[in-house]
């Protein structure tokens, strides 16, 4: 999870649940749990699901060990949260499988510039970016960006590797500002049905993987959806 704000630092969210996930697979053309599990500050492994977060910009509620609270800083920190599935987790290769998540928390300040960013990464190598707004200072659409090829930014010319993603991603890209370095230099693509509202908590996001089809989806909803 990546957060962004006009002046670099403020105090942008306490999560009080953090994460719940649900992995349904489809069988006899309905989806049935394959399995679940809640995840937040004093439970952040469970079940081949694991949160981390940066020191730099997330600490443990001093109030709260259930709650993680995000202050950003720097522009330059790679994540603040994140959210790491093992094998249990992946896509079936020969049917539609869906990967929900809902991340429940606060924003504080809603006066303050207050913006959510997400990475999905497969892999470390393929991506997706979204971006979505939870203050009430502006009307901004949400935003999508994905990177599904290897392209200049995210391969090593010296060896011919494909950099991963969460190195790519780090503060040590040529671009610091989170919001170029997400969308390999503002090339988002505007949610054009999107009314550029504030997100409301809690927050879903959910991707469909359809290898019938050779098709994905990703989906938003928040609590004024």
Known sequence: FFR??????????????????????SRCSQYQIQQQTSLNAAVPVNKGATVSFNPASTSISTSDPFTYRVNIHAQSLGYDLKLSLNDSWSF???????LSFTVDGSTPNTHNDTD??????????????????LDDTSNIQSRIYYQFANDVDAADNVTGTTVP?????????????RWDRLSNGDEWI???????AAAMWPLRFEVLNDPVSDRAWFKFYDNAA
């Open 165 to 177: 993603v969460s190195e790519w991603l780090a503060g040590d890209n040529r671009m610091m500002d």
């Open 116 to 133: 959510l960013f997400l990475v999905f990464a497969v892999a470390d190598e393929q991506y997706l970016s979204f971006y979505t707004h």
């Open 4 to 25: 962004r704000s006009a002046n670099n630092a403020m105090d942008v969210s306490m999560f009080a649940v953090l994460l719940h996930l649900l992995f349904l697979v």
């Open 92 to 98: 079936p290769s020969n049917m539609s499988s869906i």
């Open 190 to 196: 505007v949610l054009e049905q999107d009314s550029g």
